[in-house]
């Protein structure tokens, strides 16, 4: 802690003698930069970095690149610039990528380095953009318009035969009736697949939109849960769809209940502004900015490995009474407002988190 109180009081120093659109031209690239000293002690980082890291600025400065990444750099030529790729790091967490990492000396400043970490995107968190599932949409909407009609003619069958049958019978036809409703129930939630209409999109305000769902999830499904809060109060309103919105986080909610099963456990949601986070368009012209993030983290077991990937697919479940049709509807209702929604495992001991990333509304 000595060296690198040193260290950061010498970068502090110095700070007048580095020019400001250097610095500015530092936070805004979109590649996870840090700068080592000769000692591998971090003395900073852009914003790129403190999303990759899951650390704020302040928290990397200080902090031996060994912790930050699993890697010294000490055997690494310290007056040439090097390129390793294919690299695997160690975040803290621990989280376990794939990067390439790109070093280059400071000449000013000898000994230290510019380290460029460009994460494999097969390694990064599993996320769903805006696009997926339009082959699930389909099939969707064809099993929809096939099925539902004739279950309307089935249950109105049930209910004639009832009218005329003994009491025993009876308990048949209203087993009939109750499926058919189940059916029903499910052929409602796969519709919203097919739903093609724009949303209309204005300022929400997340926290109220967090708390109306948590009341809800209290109340019922999550009733043997603890809840907990990390709010930024700070955080300016969201451009998003009200009603979508409580949607995601009360299909996440539920999700983290049956993670946790009957006995319990606790949920915590948390809100934070990231500063450079950003995603590529649709139509790969551009880059759309998504500041605020919503995490809805459990202390569940998470997604079994051979399924992790494809949490977010339509029909895909751990569960044994599962539908599978939770996250996909998650995933669908997050990018028609322009988001998107990663699912990771993090922290020790690890612990399963949902994040959103969306966009912010803007100022009038």
């Known amino acids: 802690m000595d060296y690198a109180s040193g260290r950061l009081a010498r970068l502090r120093a110095r700070g007048d003698a580095r020019p400001a659109p250097a610095e500015a031209l530092l936070a805004a690239l979109p590649t996870p ?66 990067v390439d990492m790109m070093a280059a000396p400071l000449p000013d400043w000898p000994g230290w380095r510019v380290i460029a970490l460009n994460v494999h995107p097969s390694a990064a968190p599993i996320a769903r953009r805006v ?128 993670a946790l099963g009957e006995q319990g456990g606790s949920v915590t949601l948390t809100t934070a502004y990231r500063h450079g986070m950003r995603m590529v368009t649709g139509n790969g012209d551009g880059r759309r900015q998504l500041p605020i993030e919503v995490c809805v983290i459990d202390d569940g077991p998470g997604a079994p490995p051979e399924i992790a990937e494809h949490l977010f697919d339509p029909f895909v479940s751990s569960k044994r009474d599962g539908r599978g049709l939770g996250l996909a509807l998650v995933e669908k209702l997050v990018a028609d407002q322009g988001g998107m929604v990663e699912y990771a495992r993090e922290g020790q001991p690890e612990r399963t988190v949902f994040r959103l990333l969306l966009p912010r509304a803007t100022r009038k």
């Open 131 to 258: 696009g997926g599932n339009l082959a699930a949409a389909g099939a969707a909407a064809l099993l929809a318009h096939e099925i539902k009609n004739p279950l309307s003619g089935i249950r109105g069958a049930a209910q004639l035969l009832e009218a005329n049958l003994d009491p025993e019978s009876r308990a048949l036809t209203k087993l009939i009736r109750d499926e058919v409703d189940r059916v029903a129930q499910l052929i409602d939630r796969m519709e919203g697949f097919t739903d093609k209409r724009p949303l209309e999109l204005g300022p929400q305000n997340i926290h109220a939109i967090l708390e109306h769902a948590r009341s809800v999830a209290s109340s019922g499904f999550g009733e043997n849960i603890v809840f907990r809060e990390t709010y930024d109060p700070s955080l300016p309103p969201v451009l998003g769809h009200r009603d979508s919105l409580v949607q995601v986080v009360i299909n996440l909610l539920k999700n983290a209940a049956e």
């Open 33 to 98: 930069l840090l700068v080592v000293d000769e000692g591998g002690v971090i003395l900073d980082a852009n914003a790129a970095a403190e999303t990759l890291l899951n650390l704020s600025r302040s928290a990397i400065i200080g902090m031996p690149i060994d912790d930050a990444t699993g890697h010294h750099l000490r055997s690494m030529p310290i007056e040439t610039p090097f390129v390793a790729y294919d690299l695997e790091v160690i975040l803290p967490g621990p989280r376990h990528l794939r």
